[in-house]
């Protein structure tokens, strides 16, 4: 194994480490000690890749969801289908359960500096979005009324919906289902 893999093997042992623990002990409880001996790491290690538990949660969830839009777009063919699978690969591979993802966002916003970062990431996140629309406005899948930047902000808005109720609610119905029907309908009505 070369450098860079062993470096992305690691990176992935310290992340599946940390989901399993938040899993079995909750979000709050689990150490970054804990999760550097899971991941069978020294506890420095971890902070070679993360600066904080928080953050690698932060990081990890915008990586994921931007990877699998590129993967998914240019397999698609269209904008619209590209976003619409990517948004439910994502669903359907969600590294984290409804209550893992509850305890994640307890910490997250119960803490103003982390709260800030969550934010940046939204900002990020439609920075990246925003032109894909505009680009699935210019081949005229999507439809010109709304903003390229507006048609973002609410689907980020769906998203955050659609998973707030999923963690919130106790019915075993999936993300994936959730998300399915949320941007059926979103796209649906975005079609120029």
């Not at 698609?76 to 359960?97: C, E, H, K, Q, W």
């Not at 800030?116 to 005229?140: D, N, T």
């Not at 769906?158 to 949320?182: A, I, N």
Request: proline share 2%; net charge neutral; hydrophobic share 40%.
């Amino acid at each position: 194994m070369n450098r860079e893999d062993k470096k992305k093997y690691t990176r992935h042992r310290i992340i599946e480490s940390a989901i399993e623990l938040f899993e079995e002990q909750g979000y709050e409880s689990t150490t970054v000690q804990q999760i550097a001996n899971r991941a069978k790491v020294a506890k420095g290690t971890f902070f070679n890749y993360f600066a904080s538990k928080e953050d690698m949660i932060l990081e990890l969830q915008g990586f994921i969801l931007m990877n699998v839009i590129e993967s998914k777009r240019e397999a698609a063919g269209s904008i619209v289908g590209g976003l619409r699978d990517s948004l439910l690969a994502y669903a359907r591979n969600f590294p984290m359960t409804p209550s893992v993802t509850r305890a994640v966002l307890q910490g997250t916003y119960g803490k103003p500096r982390l709260g800030l970062a969550q934010s940046e990431r939204s900002r990020e996140f439609l920075a990246y979005l925003a032109p894909i629309l505009a680009e699935g406005q210019e081949r005229g899948e999507i439809r010109k009324d709304v903003s390229a930047e507006c048609i973002a902000r609410m689907a980020v808005q769906c998203y955050y919906g659609v998973l707030m109720l999923w963690v919130l609610e106790q019915e075993q119905v999936s993300l994936e289902e959730r998300m399915t029907l949320q941007f059926d309908v979103f796209f649906q009505g975005l079609r120029a």
